[in-house]
């Protein structure tokens, strides 16, 4: 069983930026993937970031938050962080931290103003 806690959310401007935390109940050396996902109201919940192997790991984003967030884990703190940047109003949702594919937090409000 792995218990999941996202952190870091909350209200910015559009062009600043946040860094989302998921700390995680058990050791993350050999979890993977971890996931980001987020989901704005009315519509279906997205994937946004993946980080996979033990280390700085291999990582993919979605093409809407490509360049601008970033996807990193610290081992030694069990934590995933998503790093993003030049946040945009379209960027607003709850995200979440999702890990071997089936453990999920239970996610942190982002919104961004115009």
């Known amino acids: 069983q792995v218990q999941l806690e996202e952190s870091g959310g909350g209200l910015v401007q559009a062009g600043g930026s946040l860094r989302l935390s998921c700390a995680a109940s058990v050791s993350l050396v050999t979890i993977s993937p971890m996931r980001w996902y987020r989901q704005a109201p009315g519509n279906q919940r997205e994937l946004v970031a993946t980080?996979?192997?033990?280390?700085?790991?291999?990582?993919n984003y979605a093409d809407s938050v490509k360049g601008r967030f970033t996807i990193s884990r610290d081992n030694a703190k069990n934590t995933v962080y998503l790093q993003m940047n030049s946040l945009k109003p379209e960027d607003t949702a709850v995200y979440y931290c999702n890990a071997l594919y089936r453990y999920w937090g239970k996610g942190t409000l982002v919104t961004v103003s115009s």
């Open positions: 980080i996979t192997g033990a280390g700085a790991g291999n990582t």
